[in-house]
Nanobody
Framework: QVQLVESGGGLVEPGGSLRLSCAAS????????MGWFRQAPGKERELVAT???????VYTDSVKGRFTVSRDNAKNTMYLQMTSLKPEDTAVYYC???????????????WGQGTQVTISS
């Protein structure tokens, strides 16, 4: 089985910073593209940032210049450094990854359970 576990969420004041982590564990052959999504109350889940295995990144416009996605392939871990946080960044943040369980099978998408990020004074 494969698990994605997010950590690092919490309550911070506007203008503050947080660093989220997403650790993948289990029977993993290789991890491809990874990404962070978020879902605010009453809203649909939205893409925040993605990163390919070599490290190419894409960000949604609302977080450009404030958030940085990175990964450590040796540790099967992805990070999201969030700075200059705003109340509108409040959401449950989820990580997702395309993972191959062996050489013989195609990659599948896996999701984490989410971590709450609340920006409030």
């Amino acid at each position: 089985q494969v698990q994605l576990v997010e950590s690092g969420g919490g309550l911070v004041e506007p203008g503050g910073s947080l660093r989220l982590s997403c650790a993948a564990s289990g029977s993993i052959f290789i991890i491809g593209d990874m990404g962070w999504f978020r879902q605010a109350p009453g809203k649909e889940r939205e893409l925040v940032a993605t990163i390919t295995r070599p490290g190419t990144t894409v960000y949604t416009d609302s977080v450009k210049g404030r958030f940085t996605v990175s990964r450590d392939n040796a540790k099967n871990t992805m990070y999201l450094q969030m700075t200059s946080l705003k109340p509108e960044d409040t959401a449950v943040y989820y990580c997702a990854a395309f993972i191959r369980l062996s050489e013989r099978v195609s990659e599948r998408q896996f999701w984490g359970q989410g971590t709450q990020v609340t920006i409030s004074s």
